[in-house]
């Protein structure tokens, strides 16, 4: 679905990612881990054309319109109602109103905000906002969804819930995700295949782990999997500098 | 003790102050020719009412001011979009716009005269440039400032130049301009206001300039407190506007 091979990208003269290669196979759950500041999203940035890069390509099988991409922010906007954020991206599309307002309230019943749809906002709760965010990404079903630590801001109760519905949402549709997380057993837990990007400037990637955990996934069960703390070790290794982290499988 | 409500503590203070200046005057402490009791200023205010001397020249300067609002929003808000959009644009209008804003912009109002003559015109100009300015910077920096995460956000979700500006950028100008609605309110009766007082036959200005000429005090005072409780009137609508068209930060 999605190929990166030498990918270069800079701010200034020197670059922060220096030739970066990773693929994400169709169906594939993929993560990308890192220190801060190695340039995990601008990766993504990258892929979503919000980032030129200096060198290096980038294929995607799937439109850019096929593309969805949820934010570390929500980035709702403030002025627009829940209904009416989850619903813009169907309004840019300029599809017919009574298909927006339907596919708008089955995805507000979907991530669990009906009846919330008139409010701003303001007034939604930080785990109720993401969910309004994941719905006007999801809502346009996208094949390929890019996220940037979507849940990093919010407790661990919601966040754990949060992530487990996204996981679930992702196996039942057959979602391609890349997410971009510094959290090593969040990675593991939800992915199929984790790379490691090595500490910037010139990050590169240092480290690609394939995992075998079974699907669907119980995000609290899957800890108790054996391969679990393996896997989240070699991750620490990779990003530790370790001399065994160069292209580990599990 | 029972703490009295927010008004009525202010209603209280108001009152104290014209009972001590009406004692001062009428007691002979202050002189009433210099400051004149306010029973003599509301007899004076009355008057103007009654003989209804006073609708022909508050309405002159409610035109020129009202006029130069819609004027001066209408080119603010153009010019500024135009410059925020348009580099080129912005090379061109920002350092006049600069130049405009670091004068004192009342300073135009005998050129004005001297260009467009003593009616309307030199009055409507002058409101017209005082608010522009004001909201050419407004919008200027609204759209240079708007948050760049609304902006990829709507991008990434597949929105062009045009759908940015309706959905983020005239929204979140929307906010910058209503935040200096009500100075621009009072930047257009300046405008009014001080046009009139430099040349003119009839308006605010021009009576307060007579008042002033003749030294009448009671008028002249007369005439401020016309002129505040004007823009204090405006004042509340655009608080009305502002509530309205930006529901969702007062939600």
């Not at chain 1, 800079?10 to 759950?29: A, H, I, N, Q, W």
């Amino acid at each position: 679905m999605l190929r990166i091979r030498d990918l270069s990208v800079g701010y200034g003269e020197e670059p922060v990612l220096d030739g970066v290669s990773l693929e994400v196979g169709t169906g594939r759950f993929v993560s990308l881990v890192g220190p801060s500041g190695s340039g995990k999203t601008s990766v993504l940035r990258a892929v979503t054309s919000l980032l030129e890069p200096l060198g290096g390509t980038i294929d995607c099988d799937a439109a850019p319109t096929e593309v969805g991409f949820l934010f570390q922010d929500d980035a709702l906007l403030p002025w627009r109602t829940v209904a009416q954020n989850v619903g813009l991206g169907l309004r840019i599309r300029n599809l017919p109103p009574d298909d927006i307002d339907r596919r708008v309230t089955s995805w507000l019943e979907r991530v669990g905000l009906t009846g919330l749809g008139s409010r701003y906002p303001a007034q939604l709760s930080g785990g109720q906002r993401k969910r309004a965010a994941l719905a006007q990404v999801l809502v346009l079903e996208p094949r390929l969804l890019l996220m940037d630590e979507p849940f990093a801001s919010l407790d661990a109760i919601v966040r754990t819930r949060l992530t487990q519905e996204l996981v679930t949402w992702v196996e039942k549709d057959g979602l391609t995700v890349m997410l971009v997380t510094h959290d090593l057993e969040e990675a593991v837990s939800v992915s199929d295949e984790v790379y490691v990007l090595g500490q910037g400037p010139r990050a590169d990637v240092v480290a690609a782990l394939k995992l075998a955990l079974p699907r669907p996934r119980d995000l609290l069960q899957v800890r108790q999997h054996p391969e679990f703390p393996a896997a989240v070790n070699g991750l620490w290794q990779a990003l530790t500098g370790a001399p065994d982290s160069e292209q580990k499988e599990s | 003790m029972t703490r009295l409500p927010k008004g009525a503590r202010r209603a209280l203070a108001g009152l104290t102050l014209l009972v001590v200046w009406e004692t001062l005057t009428r007691t002979g402490m202050v002189d009433p020719f210099y400051l004149p009791a306010p029973t003599t200023v509301a007899a004076v205010l009355a008057e103007l009412v009654a003989t209804g001397e006073i609708w022909p020249h508050l309405g002159a300067t409610a035109l020129a001011a009202f006029a130069g609002l819609l004027i001066g929003l209408l080119l603010g808000i153009a010019l500024g979009f135009a410059a925020a959009l348009f580099p080129f644009v912005a090379e061109l209008l920002e350092p006049v716009m600069i130049l405009l804003n670091a004068i004192p912009r009342v300073i135009l109002a005998p050129l004005f005269v001297i260009w467009l003559g003593i009616g309307l015109a030199s009055k409507l100009a002058l409101a017209t440039v005082l608010v522009a300015v004001l909201i050419f910077f407004a919008v200027y920096n609204g759209v240079r400032e708007v948050d760049q995460r609304l902006v990829e956000r709507v991008r990434t979700l597949g929105g062009g130049q045009s759908v940015l500006v309706r959905e983020v950028y005239v929204p979140s100008v929307t906010a910058w301009v209503l935040g200096n609605f009500k100075v621009a309110v009072g930047f257009a009766f300046t405008g009014a206001v001080v046009g009139e007082f430099v040349a003119s036959s009839r308006g605010l200005g021009y009576l307060l300039q007579f008042a002033q000429s003749t030294y009448n005090t009671s008028l002249t005072i007369a005439l401020i407190i016309v002129i505040m409780g004007c823009v204090l009137a405006l004042f509340s609508l655009a608080s009305r506007l502002e509530r309205r068209l930006l529901a969702w930060r007062y939600q």
